[in-house]
Structures are given as C-alpha cells and as structure tokens.
C-alpha cells in the first residue's frame, strides 16, 4: 500500500476552497470555485500519523469529559517558518484562532491552532531553535 491523500468531506465546498486556497494560500493543483473536488500541495513529505487525543486536548486547551459526544479525531498539520508570523498574517484575514502561539518544549514545536469553515482542527507549528550545549 502506498498513501495518497486525505479527503476532508466539506458540506459548503465554495467556502472550504475559498479559506483553503485564499486565505491559507495552498496551491490549488486541481478544481476550482464551483467544482466537486479540488486538492491541494501541502508539499512532498506524506505522513500517516496517531497522536493521543488528550495531547491535543491539552494543546488546544479543551476540556473533555467523559460525556461529551463531540471529539475531534482528526488534524491537519501544516509546517510554516515562523508560527508568529503566519499567526499574524491569518489574524488579519480574520481567521479565529483557538490561542495564541504557544512553545510546546516537549514536542520540540510552536504551535498554534484555529479551525477551518467546517470545523476541522489545524495547526501550524515551526521547530523550536534548539538549545546551545553550555
């Protein structure tokens, strides 16, 4: 087997493509406004990955309890150079963020995380300068 994609399934395709193309500036390499199907260069390294679920309940600072019926199961990590910088630029395009950036020294990571017009999780995050050896 071989991965190839993740297929976000979006009610308001318009929208989604909007906020993804425009707004977060990903290269559309198929579709379009008004189309069924678009996807987009996230770039060459593809990656299947598990994350415990509380770890990034913590990071978005939610409260889950036992009853609740809503989780999120999935999330879209994007890499950028500068966390602060892109956080700033997408506050501008009026993108509503979780929190603000934040150092994750254990993950060796900044992040920061907001949500897309159906409500799926993304995170951008940038590597931690590591530390000089004293």
């Not at 193309?21 to 189309?35: A, F, M, P, R």
């Not at 036992?66 to 999120?72: F, H, I, R, T």
């Not at 590597?127 to 050896?133: G, H, R, S, T």
């Amino acid at each position: 087997m071989k991965f190839s994609n993740i297929r976000l399934l979006v009610d308001n395709f318009d929208k989604c493509f909007t906020f993804y193309n425009d707004i977060l500036g990903l290269e559309c390499s198929w579709g379009g406004l008004g189309d069924n199907y678009a996807s987009f260069n996230i770039g060459s390294t593809s990656v299947l990955a598990l994350f415990k679920a509380e770890l990034m309940n913590t990071a978005i600072n939610k409260v889950v309890n036992k009853n609740d019926a809503v989780q999120d199961k999935t999330v879209i990590i994007l890499q950028v150079d500068n966390v602060d910088k892109v956080y700033s630029a997408l506050r501008n395009k009026e993108v509503n963020f979780l929190s603000e950036p934040k150092s994750m020294s254990d993950w060796g990571t900044r992040v920061v995380h907001f949500r897309d017009p159906e409500g799926n999780l993304i995170e951008l995050y940038s590597q931690l300068a590591e530390k000089a050896d004293d």
